[in-house]
């Protein structure tokens, strides 16, 4: 055995079998081990990442003129000599077969939905129309972070978000209250360093105040079920809310600082 | 139990002095964690009262009370601790109490199971609650499955859970718990939401222990009186278990309309025996609470949707539990108590009329172009959405078009949709049927072959819904099948055959030359 994986050929193909099952199942079930989510990637992913794999190894065995012969050696070998009579029959049967299996794969019907593609985080409006006022956003921190208590507001925002988020957004700030099921796509996870942590204060409370339905024409196809909520809050409300997710999600907003220097 | 309390806590004041700093550190932790995960809905008290309680049906643990449903100790007994980390890690399926399990850390749960013991007087300071010794499940099989059934009406189950377990019983529209809110006996066909588990050892546990706190009673005295042997209770507890699907059902987004073969009859009724060759796709259904007014107590929590068309006409079944047909006399009482009690109070002030259990399916009016499609709240101005209407009271369904919320708007003439639905033990079927190619410029046309947005609307009357106040679901996809391509039969022997001959002649070449540059 170790004499057909010790060649060049042996070894491409090993490290092919091993690529693919590091891509289709080790992506998907290794970073839950470690407590990382994780999920499979879809196939045309798959078919990419080993074509990749599959040139590099071709650049590999063709570098200089002795592994190519090595590598060449074991398929010429099947091919002609007497001996090895029932590996040629065998390989000329299964790789039309497997080819059949493969035609059939991406000709028989499937009942997928299509693809859903959005922009999670489009590019905010420099000004909104607030509960018919206008209101200017760029620049803007949240003001509460500058007045009265920090800790009132916190409890302020504590009851907004219990009365009104913690269906879907949940009590854990992950997106998984006891609604979230009934929604595609499903609620934000404030706990996700992709949310609220790379976003301003001031981003999030347009998205609060407006909702799926002000969602910009990039954020189609508008399946959003967050609500405008300026129809439910007020401003202090909304500051408060965003204030109080923030510290129950133990993130810092992005500040506008930080904005600036990455222009 | 009080004077016991009184001496605990005596205890308790004596041993301070002593300098636990441990403990002290311990419900130190337990108080932080308390108030800052639990208390908006159980109260910085504990008492069940927090600013969100009103919310939720059913509210949040009284935790003065210490009657806690979910135990592995006997009726009236508190629980064990491992039966309130259990609950903590575990939360209220089908209700606002989430799992904490991977919230909170170990540290922290352990400290929260001490402090929720202290906002009530009748926690015993170090002695921990016997739990009942409950055995292992007995074998199952259609026999016991047969007994299970039969001790279920003996044992009067049926009352508040209903002849098919749908929580539609007689008493089922009076029942309240101990602290005088209605609750909805449980819906036995959905045994993911039923708290404390779902396998047949945690029904079992439920009938051992009851569920202290709300009209369910617990069935340990019945075995010790003699009246029951252990292997009955068991054997309704696997009756119980067998009411809901072995599975959990998971979220598929396409519901397949099934293709009928030449000759078969569509089905057009509920009661049509082609309705079983097909598998339900079961859609989840949440509260609206996205337009005013919002809706937090929804009765229907999903529906299970069946299809089939036949090339000329579909046909669409759903079904789901119901425990009456509204408007019901006998569902007022609930009805006024559930509009009374929820929050927030956003729809008009007067009494709600008598008001129908409904359902609505929602399509786009045009098959939408790429990913666009219609807001999933009734769509807009710019993409329209098509509408079947189906009430209880009465006997045709309406089609009707929306562009957005509130500008519902359904024909009187020209009906191409026809509707057959029943109410019985507890669940609506409803079959919608239609031509898939209307002359109605306002009515989708069903292609094949093509993923068809479709969404639910659902409104139980008599549990104080209608208007906007009901469930709804996100879009799904609804999908015709097609007659099998011949390309599928075709495409894969005509690749076999090329990589065939392809294999063959190169092998002949390679095998050509060696022997010539062997003679030569």
């Known amino acids: 055995m170790r004499k057909h994986f010790s060649g060049p050929l042996g070894k491409s193909v090993v490290i092919l079998g091993v690529a693919y099952l590091l891509l289709e199942f080790g992506i998907a079930y290794i970073p839950p081990l470690f407590g990382v989510d994780s999920g499979p990637i879809p196939d045309s992913v798959l078919l990419q990442y080993m074509v990749t794999v599959a040139i590099g190894i071709l650049l590999w065995v063709s570098f200089n003129e002795t592994l190519w012969e090595e590598f060449k050696a074991p398929l010429h070998a099947a091919m002609v000599e007497p001996r090895q009579r029932r590996t040629r029959v065998a390989l000329i049967v299964l790789v039309p077969v497997l080819v059949g299996l493969m035609t059939f794969n991406s000709v028989r019907p499937s009942i997928a939905a299509p693809p859903s593609l959005r922009s999670i985080h489009p590019a905010p409006p420099g000004q909104i129309d607030f509960q018919g006022r206008s209101m200017e956003l760029a620049g803007v921190e949240n003001p509460l972070r500058s007045v009265g208590s920090p800790e009132e507001h916190y409890l302020e925002g504590r009851r907004v978000y219990y009365q009104n988020c913690l269906p879907c957004h949940g009590d854990g700030l992950a997106g998984r209250g006891h609604y979230a099921q009934g929604f595609n796509p499903g609620p934000a996870s404030f706990q996700d360093v992709g949310t609220i942590a790379q976003l301003t204060e001031s981003y999030v409370f347009w998205r609060v105040a407006k909702g799926g339905p002000g969602l910009p024409n990039e954020g189609a196809p508008w399946n959003s079920a967050m609500p405008a909520w300026e129809d439910f809050l007020t401003e202090d409300e909304i500051w408060s809310v965003i204030l109080f997710m923030y510290e129950q999600a133990g993130h810092e907003p992005r500040t506008w600082e930080e904005e600036g220097e990455e222009h | ?520």
Request: hydrophobic share 40%; charged share 25%; net charge negative.
């Open chain 2, 1 to 520: 139990m009080a004077i016991w309390g009184g001496v605990a806590f005596a205890l308790s004041l004596a041993m301070m002095p002593l300098g636990l700093g441990a403990l002290q550190e311990d419900e130190q932790l337990g108080k932080v964690t308390y108030d800052r995960w639990c208390s908006e809905c159980h109260g910085v008290d504990g008492d069940g009262t927090g600013s969100a309680a009103g919310y939720m049906l059913p509210r949040p643990r009284d935790f003065t009370l210490a009657m806690y449903n979910i135990r592995t100790t006997a009726s009236g007994d508190l629980p064990t601790d491992q039966d309130l980390l259990r609950a903590i890690n575990m939360g209220a399926p089908g209700t606002a109490m989430p799992a904490w399990d991977d919230v909170l850390t170990e540290a922290e749960k352990q400290a929260l199971v001490q402090y929720l013991k202290t906002f009530s007087r009748f926690f015993p300071l170090d002695e921990n609650p016997v739990p009942l010794v409950l055995g292992s499940p007995t074998g199952v099989s259609e026999e016991v499955i047969a007994e299970g059934r039969g001790q279920y009406e003996a044992i009067e189950c049926w009352k508040c859970h209903g002849d098919q377990g749908r929580g539609d019983g007689e008493s089922a529209a009076t029942l309240m718990d101990d602290t005088g809110f209605p609750i909805a006996a449980a819906d036995l066909t959905e045994n993911w939401f039923f708290n404390g588990g779902a396998d047949v050892e945690d029904i079992y546990r439920a009938l051992r222990t009851g569920l202290d706190g709300s009209p369910m009673p617990n069935f340990s005295d019945v075995l010790n009186a003699g009246v029951m042997t252990d292997e009955e209770l068991w054997a309704v507890a696997h009756y119980v278990r067998s009411l809901a699907p072995e599975d959990t059902p998971g979220i598929s987004e396409v519901v397949l309309a099934k293709l009928l073969t030449e000759g078969a009859e569509l089905a057009t009724s509920f009661d049509d025996q082609a309705w079983e060759e097909i598998e339900g796709t079961y859609i989840p259904l949440v509260g609206q609470i996205i337009v005013k007014p919002r809706w937090f107590d929804p009765r229907v929590d999903g529906v299970w949707v069946k299809a089939m068309h036949n090339g000329d006409d579909i046909s669409v079944l759903v079904s789901w539990s119901d425990p009456n047909n509204s408007p019901d006399p006998l569902w007022s009482d609930w009805k006024s108590q559930v509009t009374r009690i929820m929050e927030p109070r956003e729809a008009a002030d007067n009494e709600i009329d008598a008001a129908p259990d409904q359902l609505v399916v929602q399509f786009p009016m045009q098959m939408p172009e790429g990913m666009e499609r219609p807001y999933f709240l009734k769509g807009d101005s710019r993409r329209p959405v098509y509408l079947w209407e189906w009430k209880s009271d009465r006997q045709t369904a309406l089609e009707g078009e929306a562009r957005g919320v509130g500008t519902e708007s359904f024909q009187d003439e020209g009906q191409d949709v026809s509707v057959k639905g029943m109410h019985s033990d507890g669940q609506w079927q409803v079959v919608f049927t239609r031509p898939l190619l209307t002359s109605d410029e306002n009515d989708l046309d069903f292609i094949t072959g093509e993923a068809i947005p479709m969404s639910f609307f659902a409104w139980d009357g008599d549990n104080g819904e209608s208007g906007n106040q009901g469930s709804l679901s996100s879009w799904y996809f609804l999908l015709l099948e097609e007659p099998t391509s011949t390309k599928v039969y075709v495409a894969p022997p005509i690749a076999m055959l090329i990589a065939g001959a392809l294999g063959f002649f190169i092998v002949r070449r390679v095998q050509k030359r060696e022997m010539e540059s062997f003679r030569s």
